[in-house]
């Protein structure tokens, strides 16, 4: 049975939260010209 509505949206705020904490993250340490899209999806476990 598919998963209401609700929860996957639910889901996908949560997923925007943890890719946007990381991505503030990796972008302190790093800085802006060195960090890449795959460094964020990795510390943000995705």
């Known amino acids: 049975m598919p998963r209401p509505a609700q929860q996957n ?5 949560n997923l925007r939260a943890q890719i946007l904490a990381s ?3 990796v972008f302190a340490a790093k800085g802006l010209r060195a960090t890449k899209i ?5 510390h943000a476990s995705i």
């Open 23 to 25: 991505g503030l993250q």
């Open 9 to 13: 949206q639910n889901g996908l705020d």
């Open 38 to 42: 795959s460094d964020i999806a990795q």
